[in-house]
């Protein structure tokens, strides 16, 4: 039964799912010692995979089968998928967790800026205009601010989450401006990993990439990110989707930089300057805003 608000147990696993994948940045940053970036995407997206058409199966959910001329945009999808976490789990071998977390989140900017011209119908009012600007904002600061750890490729590293972000943020406006938006979520998800799972193994084979000592830490982190991230929590995020209402549930997920800030700060140590705190208020703040329900009268007033 579809629900018209949240309710306290629709709260609760919101902000499981937010510091879920918060940390999500922290695990991947730990595994990567043993498990190089192409590699790492790979065998995730791989696992992940598996787990979800096994549960399709027992389930009968997810109409694998049906035929509805999604299989070219699926495999876009799953190919800006694959290079979105490359991107990251690159960027993360130079940069921190916590900027990550915040470079990541640009996503839904950029979901605003590109619904523009390719979703027309999903209008704006002021207060997502201010939340762009706002996160625009944010991000530029978060540039300037001083790596904790001096790298040559730490602002290499910095760009590649960004992009990354970006990528997301097209994969998003596909999946909602092709025929994926008709098929089924769980077969979206199975387009993005398989896809992923092939291209990222593959490169890792191309580059010679070679894993590193198997550690109980690294190997736990990654099966961490395979079963329940990628495995589990898609899902239930899917499931919310479906029975509570999309505006609140979007807004909520706002709090996951937050959440990988301070999991970067406890797990990993890394420090929390003030110019960055004010550069993640600022990212958080605007992605609150972009996903603020719209007033009635921001419509009539933008189409007079």
């Not at 939340?131 to 991000?139: E, I, R, T």
């Not at 300037?144 to 001096?150: D, E, K, L, T, Y």
Request: proline letters at 6%.
């Amino acid at each position: 039964m579809r629900r018209s608000h949240l309710d306290a147990f629709a709260i609760g696993t919101l902000v499981l799912l937010c510091l879920t994948w918060g940390l999500n940045q922290v695990a991947a940053k730990i595994a990567l010692p043993a498990f190089p970036p192409f590699a790492q995407v790979g065998l995730r997206s791989a696992g992940a995979c598996a787990l979800i058409l096994a549960w399709c199966a027992a389930t009968g959910r997810g109409a694998l089968a049906r035929r509805d001329g999604t299989l070219p945009w699926g495999l876009l999808a799953g190919l800006l998928f694959a290079v979105e976490f490359s991107l990251i789990f690159i960027g993360l071998q130079w940069t921190e967790a916590s900027r990550t977390a915040v470079f990541l989140y640009t996503a839904p900017f950029f979901v605003a800026l590109g619904a523009r011209w390719l979703l027309p119908e999903e209008t704006f009012g002021a207060a997502q205009w201010l939340g762009l600007v706002l996160s625009f904002c944010g991000v530029a600061l978060a540039l300037g601010v001083p790596h904790s750890v001096p790298s040559p490729l730490a602002f290499l590293g910095d760009l590649m989450v960004l992009a990354a972000g970006l990528l997301w943020a097209a994969t998003t406006l596909l999946i909602k401006a092709s025929p994926l938006r008709l098929a089924t979520p769980e077969k979206v998800l199975i387009y993005q990993l398989a896809v992923s799972a092939v291209a990222a193994l593959a490169a890792s084979i191309l580059v010679g990439e070679r894993l590193g000592p198997l550690t109980a830490l690294a190997t736990g982190s990654l099966a961490f990110q395979t079963v329940w991230v990628a495995g589990i929590t898609y899902l239930v995020w899917f499931w919310l989707l479906s029975r509570y209402p999309a505006s609140p549930l979007q807004a909520g997920t706002s709090m996951t930089p937050l959440f990988g800030i301070i999991g970067a700060f406890l797990v990993l140590g890394e420090p929390i300057s003030l110019s960055f705190a004010a550069s993640a208020a600022l990212v958080v703040g605007g992605l609150v805003l972009v996903n603020a329900p719209k007033r009635p009268g921001d419509r009539a007033a933008r189409t007079r």
